[in-house]
């Protein structure tokens, strides 16, 4: 019997762990078959998932990859995620977690101004927090139905129907965003407003806010725009809604799972999404019970980096996104289907198949999205480590070739 305190508390292991991280290795021996009777201890199973664990994952910072909302995330936000995992506090149990729910509060009282709301809670994905705010719309006000454009991300579909709401899909106008002429009746609906669709990063006309009896803003991708001096324009309006979603671990790059709830009445809203509960020290806000300390590496990003760090990135990877839709504009062979407005970059080929097309480029360089039938290739500016005259000039070679 391996000594079981060991098994809890690292020798060198942990050092050895931070190797591999650095080192990468590639090459794979088979796992093996099923789970083991008995363990091969902690350094053995290191060395044998560490090709697999690395090996077999997307880089997300290859200068190459601009493919994915899934951006890199910086070194501090690893080693803060490997203090979280080592004290595996809970937010549900303050007791627990004392400095994590101040970092959280420090976290969401520096941001929710930017969006004109007043509190929020941290949740692991927008997907979360789009059904936490159509929860909190259905109980509070009374609506009874979701409206959004055909464009809105599926976790909005699918919060209507957990939440038991009809669910009303809006036309697109030309430019990919709700069509206001074809909005009908919302004075006892949900309207949810898309910034940064996820196939296209258009934004629905903010202006439409706080004409619905519940408008909530689905900022997933684009929200983080809000702390560019450059940018925070286009998000303009989005102080008139009454709960606005970010995802963290899109352009905040916060690691999974990092998002954003975000209310104007926090009252109301959280008196009819809190639970309180026997075994319960304090009320139980939000969709989640357990959840983890994932404000601890946000807080850790925007300390080390500050407001303007990040809006550097994030300026970064918007000029990047510009600078490769012009180069595309230019190319007789390829169709560009809008200039970008958050950083999401859509073309295709015009002498070829868009299959064939992305054959003729690396692995990971970008992803596809589908529109009016036709597939597109999509390419989205989440790496500041991307370099973008290398990918343009492989984009030429492959549609000129
Ligand atoms: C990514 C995305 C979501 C879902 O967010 P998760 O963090 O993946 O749960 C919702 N809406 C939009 C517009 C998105 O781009």
């Avoid at 200068?63 to 549900?92: E, F, G, K, V, Y």
């Avoid at 464009?151 to 430019?175: C, D, F, M, R």
């Avoid at 990063?201 to 202006?207: E, K």
């Amino acid at each position: 019997m391996p000594n079981k305190n060991k098994s809890f508390l690292p020798g060198a292991g942990l050092e050895h762990s931070i190797e591999l991280l650095r080192e990468a290795p590639k090459v794979q021996e088979n796992l093996p078959d099923g789970i083991p009777n008995f363990g091969i201890g902690e350094l053995e199973t290191l060395e044998l998932l560490a090709p697999h664990v690395f090996g077999r994952a997307a880089r997300l910072d290859d200068s190459q990859a601009l493919a994915h909302m899934d951006p890199p995330t910086p070194w501090i936000t690893w080693a803060t995620t490997l203090w979280n995992a080592r004290l595996n506090q809970n937010l549900l149990h303050p007791a627990t977690a004392p400095f994590a729910i101040e970092a959280e509060k420090k976290v969401m009282d520096w941001l929710v101004p930017f969006y004109g709301m007043n509190e929020g809670h941290m949740c692991s994905g927008s997907t979360i927090a789009n059904l936490t705010a159509l929860w909190a719309a259905r109980d509070t006000k009374g609506i009874e139905k979701v409206v959004a454009s055909n464009a809105a991300h599926i976790s909005i579909e699918k919060a209507a129907k957990i939440l038991g709401l009809p669910y009303e899909q809006v036309a697109t106008n030309a430019k990919g965003q709700i069509d206001p002429n074809k909005i009908g009746d919302i004075s006892n609906a949900c309207l949810v407003l898309t910034a940064g669709t996820t196939a296209t990063g258009v934004i629905d006309l903010l202006s439409l806010a706080g004409q619905a009896k519940w408008t909530h803003v689905d900022a997933a991708w684009a929200g983080p725009l809000r702390l560019s001096q450059t940018h925070a324009q286009l998000l303009d309006g989005i102080d008139k809604a009454d709960s606005v979603a970010v995802s963290a671990h899109k352009w905040l790059f916060q690691p999974k799972d990092s998002a954003l709830i975000m209310l104007r009445d926090v009252d109301v809203a959280n008196s009819a999404i809190s639970f309180g509960g026997g075994y319960l020290a304090t009320p139980n806000v939000g969709v989640q019970g357990s959840r983890g300390a994932s404000a601890i590496p946000l807080l850790a990003t925007l300390i080390a980096w500050g407001k303007e760090g990040i809006a550097d990135r994030i300026d970064h990877s918007m000029s990047m996104a510009s600078v490769l839709a012009t180069e595309l504009s230019k190319e007789d062979n390829i169709s560009l289907w809008a200039m970008p407005e958050t950083g999401v970059t859509v073309f295709r080929p015009l002498t070829m198949s868009t299959e064939a097309f992305s054959q003729r480029l690396p692995d990971g360089m970008f992803s596809h999205c589908v529109l009016d039938g036709e597939k597109w290739v999509r390419s989205v500016a989440a790496n500041p480590l991307a370099d973008i005259d290398k990918i343009i000039l492989a984009v030429q070679e492959a549609v000129r070739r």
